[in-house]
């Protein structure tokens, strides 16, 4: 399974970014997407998911409003829209297909200047 992330950047506070993440190996509709982040010295959290079908979705509390996953079972994607950027949102962003087995990305940063 292969998982690549893309889309993070430098950005000040207030503004957006849309991360992507396309995956191969395993047939993407069957599985939970979603994403987490990691900041510096701090342990990896969730950030965000979406079920299979995307008709489900969940976020962790300090996005919810701000963040938006999607995912596009036909081209094997998803991705997730984040407004309202903050400094503590600062991180590496990793998308992750649950399953029986995780599989993670290779992460793209995420930083967001004061």
């Known amino acids: 399974v292969q998982l690549q992330a893309s889309g993070g950047g430098l950005v000040q506070a207030g503004g957006s970014l849309r991360l992507s993440c396309a995956a191969s190996?395993?047939?993407?509709?069957?599985?939970?997407m979603g994403w987490c982040r990691q900041a510096p010295g701090k342990e990896r959290e969730f950030v965000a998911v979406?079920?299979?079908?995307?008709?489900?979705?969940s976020y962790t509390d300090s996005v919810k409003g701000r963040y938006t996953i999607s995912r596009d079972n036909a081209k094997n994607t998803v991705c997730l829209q984040m407004n309202s950027l903050k400094p503590e949102d600062t991180a590496v962003y990793y998308c992750?297909?649950?399953?029986?087995?995780?599989?993670w990305g290779q992460g793209t940063l995420v930083t967001v200047s004061s």
């Open positions: 979406a079920s299979p079908s995307a008709g489900s979705t």
């Open positions: 992750v297909s649950y399953g029986p087995r995780a599989y």
């Open positions: 190996g395993r047939t993407f509709s069957s599985y939970v």
